[in-house]
């Protein structure tokens, strides 16, 4: 049962464009959902995160928007730069005792120059 | 402030041989994640500690897999009797109470 899940494998995008990588969940108790990157052999680093009761929150060129009612949310990233090639891994939590994370399977990105 | 370490990086047993694989939280982090990752999945959890205690553990296998985060030295996923189908990345987080949790890099093992 794929609670998170990303449905495009890989997008490749130019340098300077906008990327925008999307994430649909199933569960409504999720309360928190996050945003991280993944280089080759290494572990995955956090990037950005939202609370459900917020739609939208930013930082820098990266920006999480949530659609509750569409159980979707997407990152932005803009511009786009080479060093963003990586998987993007879409993640929830449901609020609570353990903080466990479900993530979903992620999606690479190729930043062409 | 270094960051989450886990050791080894690599590691290959043959079937049936028992895997340690360690993780060391960051300084001041005393909750602990494991999560697995098989070819072409995202990560899965498997297992919260804190220290001296197992929170949840509804992510691990009920055979074969056991882990601890005792009170001096590093967490340890132990698997018994390896088999092919335990070859994957494991990565550990740490986190502070209500934080945000940190990978480490992650222990491959292989299962000839």
């Known amino acids: 049962d794929q609670q998170v899940k990303q449905n495009s494998p890989s997008l490749s995008v130019q340098e300077g464009r906008i990327s925008i990588l999307n994430c649909d969940y199933t569960?409504?108790?999720?309360?928190?959902f996050l945003w991280y990157k993944k280089y080759p052999a290494e572990g995955p680093t956090f990037l950005i995160s939202?609370?459900?009761?917020?739609d939208k929150n930013e930082d820098g060129r990266f920006t999480v928007f949530l659609n509750k009612s569409a159980k979707h949310l997407s990152l932005h990233i803009v511009p786009s730069q080479p060093g963003d090639s990586a998987v993007y891994f879409c993640?929830?939590?449901?609020?609570?005792?353990?903080?466990?994370?479900?993530f979903g399977t992620g999606t690479l990105l190729a930043v062409q120059p | 402030n270094a960051g989450v370490m886990q050791n080894p990086r690599h590691l290959v047993r043959r079937r049936g041989q028992e895997a340690r694989l360690r993780c060391s939280p960051m300084?001041?982090?005393?909750?602990v994640y494991w999560y697995r990752q098989l070819p072409e999945e995202g990560l899965k959890f498997m297992v919260y500690?804190?220290?001296?205690?197992?929170?949840?553990e509804s992510g691990m296998p009920k055979e074969r897999f056991s882990a601890e985060f005792p009170k001096e030295g590093p967490s340890i996923l132990r698997i018994q009797q390896v088999v092919r189908g335990d070859s994957a990345a494991y990565f550990c987080?740490?986190?502070?109470?209500?934080?945000?949790?940190?990978f480490g890099p992650g222990t491959r093992l292989t299962v000839l």
């Open positions: 987080a740490s986190q502070i109470r209500g934080g945000e949790q940190f």
């Open positions: 500690l804190q220290k001296e205690n197992i929170i949840d």
């Open positions: 300084k001041g982090h005393s909750h």
């Open positions: 569960n409504s108790m999720f309360d928190y």
């Open positions: 939202i609370s459900s009761i917020k």
């Open positions: 993640a929830a939590k449901v609020g609570g005792a353990t903080n466990k994370l479900i």
